[in-house]
Structure formats: C-alpha cells, structure tokens
C-alpha cells in the first residue's frame, strides 16, 4: 500500500478542526438531535468518501453529512469514522464519528463541544489534533 505523509510544507493542506464523538447512535438519529441542540441543518452531500484499502481488497465508503452556517461561516461536516470493514482514521478506533470545522477556524472548540455535549445521542465529544493523526489525508476532500 502506498503510504502519504505530511510534510511540514503540507500543514497548509489541514485547514480544518476536528472533533471526535462518541454515539451509539446511528448517523441519521445523531444529526437529527444535532439539528435541534445546535440549529444546524445537516444533510447527506451525496458525495461520500472512499477509501480503497489495498491489503483488504476492498473500498469503504463513508457519508458525509453538511451544514454551511453561514451566520458563523463554519462549515460543519459530520461522518462515521467506523465502518464494517475498517475506520476513515484507523488510528482512532476508540472513535464513533467525526465533526469537521472548516472555514471559520477561529471558533471557540470548546463552545461547539459544549453544544455538542447537550445532545442525548452524545456520550462525549473531545479535540482531535490533527497533527498527530498519520491518516489524516483521507479528510482532505
């Protein structure tokens, strides 16, 4: 399997936050209770992401749900990080699904976690550094 690494030159790609979540929720019943706790409107793009895992021989394809709040000028991305056959961030197995911050990344995270936290289908949220995850370029869409 080819391997893709960030340079410190490519730090410039990762602009975007990151946060994990925990659920036992299925992804449409975690947006839905987003949708009331947050007020965002998140929606399947109908552009998933895949992944082609060579050792497997197999694609994974993963949903990408989409908010562009544009009073905040965030743009919220939400996707399963689990899959049948492996994880978008296998390194971070522990984690259920994946929120996305792009655009504004002046956002206070705490507050966004705090929002996200008030939700009955969260059992936790947390920051994810990016910078730490070697998977990261199966988020750069």
């Known amino acids: 399997m080819a391997k893709f690494t960030l340079d410190e030159d490519d730090d410039a790609l990762v602009d975007f936050l990151l946060i994990g979540i925990s659920s036992h929720a299925k992804i449409y019943r975690l947006c839905w209770s987003l949708n009331q706790v947050m007020r965002l409107k998140l929606a399947n793009t109908n552009k998933p992401i895949e992944i082609i895992d060579n050792r497997k021989k197999i694609k994974l394809v993963f949903d990408v749900y989409n908010y562009p709040d544009e009073e905040t000028r965030i743009d919220f991305y939400l996707m399963p990080n689990k899959h049948a056959n492996g994880f978008l961030l296998p390194e971070l197995k522990h984690i259920d ?15 966004v976690i705090g929002k996200l936290r008030l939700s009955d289908q969260v059992l936790t949220a947390f920051e994810i550094n990016t910078q730490e995850v070697r998977s990261i370029e199966n988020l750069l869409f």
């Open 97 to 111: 699904y994946l929120m996305m911050l792009k655009e504004n990344l002046l956002v206070n995270t705490d507050d």
